[in-house]
């Protein structure tokens, strides 16, 4: 869940509002009606524009293209909008399915983890024993004239370049005034810091009588259910347990559009094991990988430099401390590698111990360059050690201790209290039973001396005297242990993950904008045209259309506009192939399959179509000799 932690709002290269960041708060409505006009001519104007020029404020013409194309717009936007939600159109919502579906193969299918859904509401006393209503907040100030709300944190990183992670409210403040920083709104006065509770708050029940919060991970829900999947799982472990989910966090004042979101979809998985067993079984597959660590120790010194390390050094030399960490970092690098985002752009960062999430041990987060936000989180990755299972154990008295056989069972002596049941009759009559219990409970040693000693002993408000219980020597088979797992949580935003992808993608091809989503990601993975509207193509191309769909493929059909602006359409929308039925199709049952990159062409036939396809997607288009 570290997602919690923020991209460095310092590293912005401009603060100017833009189309798609709808960062429209309730109290200023004329103001922004005026901004809104200025962005809806500024769209107009944008694509008179020679498109090199707008390729240059990625974030800028990524948002009107998403816009278009329908993947993704701020939510709300008929009521002014509303900032810190997003609302995915027909491929924004298909590109999130192939990402998780991705993400599912490389972290849970391959491992053979399995996946939950628990409910968003959570009560209070869940989030009060995982230590969030104590923890989750974060630092506001309040401007004295406008009274709008700022994350004061960020104001004092903007302003003095700090890294304010781990502040307290007073630091906060002092910096504040030191620096004169004033609302960034309209200049005004800023009060002191004070704690702003980051969960949404809701209650459950007409009386509102329960206390509740939407869920700000979706880890909690694994944590809860660990004794009853690892049942279903038959014991097996390590395991790991996944979730995908929404998720709600309360963000004072959200101004990075698609990138900080109050609702959005993680991806949380816990992987559990047994801490005298910590090694990961698959990092031999991964030992050569090489990461770009930024350390904590290196960010100590007050610098950023990464380190380039291989996977094996990192844990032999306990720059990573936990081996499944590190595993899941080479993959988290070979999984943002699959989304287009290459390996120069990736880096590891490592929080420091005021930084981090009050449950982990240990936290990097994975950052990539974005064009407009610079190193941006996108993964992280919490060594959350017992601690979640041991605050849920002491908060429920449920055991959630996982047993572990041994090899060969083990006698072993234990001394055992027996209550002396007619003695304490004579005392206590009908307390008896209860009182038994209490003494059966109690510490051996304790018992044992006090009953050598023939003196009485005091349980709870009783003197119990030395005839009303023996202690006795007893020899029992042991078949194993029991104990505490620990957990590394590897966490993403899909969001987030879903804007990178389209940013590492959008490509320029002569004067045309091309989405290159790879092949396997591509919501929609071929467009059928008929070439023109008339004399039957309409007819076949429908056909063929519909075989392809009944052969599982994600295909769409556009008969509109002329085939050169359906083709543009199609780059833009990052659909790879365009399969055209004309004229001759009605005499050889042959198609033309276009590429969307090279946009060279070849002929096949329609009896093989879908089997060519799916080839495409597995091996890429290779241009016929
Ligand atoms: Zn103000």
């Not at 906060?172 to 009060?191: D, I, Q, S, T, Y």
């Not at 929404?246 to 979809?265: A, C, D, K, W, Y």
């Not at 050690?385 to 605050?391: A, G, I, S």
Request: aromatic share 8%; glycine share 8%.
């Amino acid at each position: 869940m570290p997602l919690l932690r923020l991209p460095d709002t310092s590293k912005s290269k401009t603060s100017n509002r833009q189309a798609c960041e709808s960062q429209i708060t309730t109290r200023t409505d004329s103001f922004r009606k005026a901004d809104k006009t200025k962005i809806l001519s500024s769209a107009r104007t944008l694509s008179r524009e020679p498109l090199q020029q707008q390729i240059k404020d990625k974030h800028k013409l990524l948002s009107e293209t998403a816009r278009r194309r329908g993947f993704f717009w701020g939510s709300f936007e008929i009521y002014g909008g509303l900032s810190g939600f997003l609302d995915l159109g027909p491929l924004g919502v298909g590109l999130k399915r192939q990402i998780e579906d991705t993400w599912r193969q490389f972290f849970l299918q391959r491992h053979g983890f399995v996946e939950v859904s628990t409910p968003i509401i959570t009560p209070h006393k869940v989030l009060e024993a995982s230590g969030h209503v104590e923890n989750f907040k974060d630092p506001m100030t309040e401007c004295s004239n406008c009274k709008r709300r700022f994350r004061a944190d960020q104001l004092v990183k903007e302003a003095t370049g700090l890294e304010t992670e781990g502040m307290s409210l007073e630091q906060l403040g002092a910096l504040l005034k030191e620096r004169h920083v004033k609302c960034p709104e309209c200049g005004g006065e800023l009060g002191p810091p004070q704690y702003f509770m980051t969960m949404f708050k809701t209650s459950i029940g007409p009386y509102g009588e329960d206390p509740a919060y939407g869920r700000p991970e979706a880890a909690q829900g694994i944590f809860v259910n660990f004794r009853r999947i690892l049942e279903t799982m038959r014991e097996r472990f390590p395991i790991g347990i996944a979730q995908v989910g929404t998720v709600l966090r309360n963000e004072i004042s959200p101004r990075q559009g698609p990138i900080r979101l109050r609702e959005f979809t993680i991806m949380d998985f816990e992987l559990f094991f047994d801490p005298a067993e910590p090694d990961c079984p698959y990092l031999d597959e991964v030992i050569s990988e090489e990461l770009s660590i930024v350390t904590e120790e290196t960010r100590s010194k007050g610098t950023e430099n990464a380190t380039k390390i291989k996977v094996g050094e990192a844990v032999k030399r306990q720059v990573i401390k936990a081996p499944w960490a590190a595993y899941f970092m080479a993959l988290s690098k070979r999984f943002l590698t699959q989304l287009g985002v290459d390996g120069q752009h990736q880096r590891f960062f490592e929080k420091l111990p005021s930084e981090r999430a009050h449950y982990s041990a240990q936290t990097f987060d994975h950052e990539i360059e974005l064009d407009r936000w610079g190193w941006t989180e996108v993964a992280g990755f919490a060594y959350r050690t017992d601690y979640d299972l041991r605050k849920h154990m002491e908060a429920t008295g449920e055991d959630l201790r996982v047993f572990k056989p041994c090899s060969t069972p083990r006698l072993r002596k234990i001394k055992s209290i027996k209550p002396n049941h007619q003695n304490l009759r004579k005392i206590y009559q009908e307390q008896t039973g209860r009182i038994a219990d209490l003494i059966s409970k109690d510490d051996p040693e304790k018992l044992l001396t006090a009953k050598k000693a023939g003196q009485s002993v005091k349980i709870g408000s009783y003197d119990i005297p030395s005839d009303c219980f023996d202690v006795v020597e007893e020899e029992v088979k042991e078949t194993g242990t029991r104990f505490l797992p620990h957990v590394v949580e590897p966490s993403f935003g899909v969001e987030r993950l879903l804007y990178a992808t389209l940013e590492y993608n959008l490509k320029m091809k002569e004067d045309r904008l091309i989405l290159g989503l790879p092949f396997k990601l591509a919501p929609v993975q071929a467009s059928v045209f008929p070439l023109v509207n008339k004399d039957g193509l309409q007819k076949r191309a429908t056909e063929v259309y519909e075989a392809l769909i009944a052969d599982g493929l994600r295909v769409e059909y556009d008969e509109a506009g002329s085939i050169g602006r359906r083709y543009a359409r199609a780059d833009e929308a990052g659909v790879p192939l365009g399969i055209t039925i004309d004229y001759d199709t009605l005499k050889d049952d042959t198609v033309t399959v276009r590429d969307r990159d090279s946009w060279s062409q070849m002929r096949t036939h329609v009896g093989t179509l879908a089997s060519t396809i799916h080839t495409i997607v597995k091996e890429g288009f290779n241009t016929p000799k």
